[in-house]
C-alpha cells in the first residue's frame, strides 16, 4: 500500500492529511498557520508533516502542499503570491519537508480531489469553480490538470461578463465574475444592505424584494459565465465548491433555469454540474492526489 501526506496551506490554518492511493484518510489534523512576517509559520508546516510521519511509521510516497497562488512550473514552490504569508513565495518546500514535494495553487488541488477521488471521478474533462470570498478554479483535460502558462489556468473568477463595467477584480480584469457573485464584493454590490452572502441568501429566503433581484442577478451572471466555459471547452462536467454553495437548492434550483436559457446542448446533451463532495479538507486531499498522479 503506498501512502502520500497532504498538506493544506492557509492563512488561519493548516490542514494536513494521510491517504492511500485507494482514497481513504488514514489521519487528518489541524492546526494554527500563525503567519508572521519573518515566515517562522513555515515551521509550523514541518510539525504537521513530522506529526503525520510518526503517526504512520511507514514510507510514504511524497508529500503534496496546496497553498494560495501560483506555483513555479516544476511545482516546487508557490512563485507569486504577493502581500500574503510572507516567506512563501520561491520557498522550496521539498529541501525543507526532506522529502519529494508537489506544491500546487489551491483551487486547483480542489480540482484534483473532486477528479480523483469525489463528484467528478472517472470524467476526463472537468471544468471546478470555488465560489467563495472569490472565485477560482481549475481545469482537467484529458485526465491531467492544465495549468497554462504561469501555472494560472481556471481563475475563472477574472473572466469578463460585462466590458463596460466599473469594478475591477485584483487582475484588473473589468466586469469580472467574481465582483458579480464573490463575498468580497457583497457590502458594495448591495449598498450595505448585505455583509455577507450568506445574509444575502437568508433574506431571499425570506423573500425580500431587494434580495431576491441581487442573488437571482448574480446567480443569471454565474449561468452566463458557466455558458461560455461551456462553449470554449465543452468539459463532461462542472463542479461548483466553496462556502456559497452551501446555498444549495437557493443556488442550484435558479442556475438551472438560468443555464437552461443560455446553455448550447446539440442535441439535447446537457453538461451537469454538480456540488464538491469535499470540504475544507479538499485542498490537503487534492494536493496529495495530485502527488499519486506521478507515480
Not at 71 to 81: S, T
Not at 110 to 125: Q, T, W, Y
Amino acid at each position: 500500500m503506498a501512502y502520500v501526506i497532504g498538506i493544506d496551506l492557509g492563512g488561519t490554518n493548516i490542514k494536513g492529511l494521510i491517504i492511500n492511493q485507494k482514497g481513504e484518510v488514514l489521519k487528518q489534523h489541524y492546526i494554527p498557520t500563525k503567519d508572521t512576517d519573518d515566515g517562522s509559520w513555515r515551521e509550523n508546516v514541518k510539525e504537521m508533516v513530522e506529526y503525520l510521519k510518526s503517526y504512520l511509521q511507514q514510507p510514504i510516497l511524497g508529500i503534496g502542499l496546496s497553498a494560495p497562488g501560483l506555483p513555479n512550473e516544476q511545482n516546487q514552490c508557490i512563485a507569486y503570491l504577493p502581500n500574503r504569508l510572507k516567506g512563501l513565495e520561491n520557498f522550496m518546500w521539498g529541501e525543507f519537508l526532506g522529502d519529494a514535494t508537489y506544491v500546487l495553487n489551491d483551487a486547483h488541488a480542489a480540482l484534483m480531489a473532486e477528479a480523483k477521488f469525489g463528484v467528478a471521478k472517472d470524467n476526463r474533462n472537468v471544468v471546478l469553480l470555488t465560489l467563495g470570498t472569490g472565485v477560482g478554479g481549475g481545469i482537467l483535460i484529458n485526465g491531467q490538470l492544465y495549468q497554462g502558462l504561469s501555472q494560472m489556468a481556471g481563475h475563472l473568477g477574472h473572466i469578463s461578463i460585462n466590458d463596460t463595467g466599473e469594478s475591477q477584480s485584483i487582475v484588473g480584469m473589468v466586469g469580472s465574475l467574481e465582483y458579480a457573485i464573490g463575498n468580497y464584493s457583497i457590502e458594495k454590490r448591495s449598498h450595505g444592505r448585505f455583509t455577507s452572502t450568506w445574509e444575502l441568501v437568508e433574506a431571499y429566503r425570506k423573500g425580500d424584494h431587494f434580495a431576491t433581484y441581487l442573488w437571482l442577478s448574480s446567480v443569471r451572471k454565474l449561468a452566463v459565465a458557466l455558458s461560455s466555459v461551456i462553449n470554449l471547452l465543452s468539459p463532461e462536467m462542472i463542479v461548483l465548491a466553496g462556502g456559497i454553495t452551501l446555498a444549495e437548492n437557493s443556488l442550484f434550483e435558479p442556475l438551472e433555469s438560468f443555464m437552461d436559457l443560455y446553455e448550447w446542448k446539440p442535441g439535447g446533451k446537457k453538461t451537469p454540474i454538480a456540488q464538491a463532495f469535499f470540504g475544507d479538507m479538499a485542498g490537503a486531499i487534492g494536493a496529495a492526489s495530485f502527488v499519486l498522479s506521478k507515480f
